[in-house]
């Protein structure tokens, strides 16, 4: 499992003080992209070949982050299937590990130049099953 600590900025909270939705999104992205990166297989998706593209993403809310707050933002690797892999994601409170959030992501791999979704590479799926829980 991957993990990274994101620390809730004045900027991130919405007018009920707390985090706004939208902003659980940058963090889980921030965890996606750091873990592509640990594993080697994130790719700048400007340039020709192949990478990711996020297909689906689906958060639970469980309680209110709110300014100040440090989080711990895990992911972690579901399901894979030929063309497209499952990514967890669980968002806690540092300071008495509160669940704040758990969502799940649906990763397509994508071959930039036709535009259309390809198989996994043989070597990124190695790679993709050591991430997996």
């Known amino acids: 499992m991957y993990s990274i600590r994101v620390l809730v900025r004045f900027a991130d909270m919405d007018a009920l003080a707390h985090v706004n939705n939208a902003i659980y999104h940058t963090f889980l992205e921030e965890a996606r992209i750091g873990l592509m990166n ?33 989080l711990a933002v895990t992911a972690r690797v579901g399901e894979l299937r030929n063309r497209s892999f499952d990514m967890f994601h669980r968002i806690t409170r540092e300071r008495d590990n509160q669940l704040m959030a758990e969502a799940r992501a649906v990763l397509v791999c994508l071959d930039y130049a036709s535009n259309k979704s390809v198989q996994i590479p043989e070597t990124w799926r190695e790679k993709l099953g050591t991430a997996a829980a």
């Open 38 to 70: 640990s594993l080697g297989i994130f790719r700048d998706p400007g340039k020709p070949g192949i990478a990711w593209i996020l297909a689906r993403t689906e958060i639970d809310f469980r309680s209110p982050a709110v300014y100040g707050d440090a």
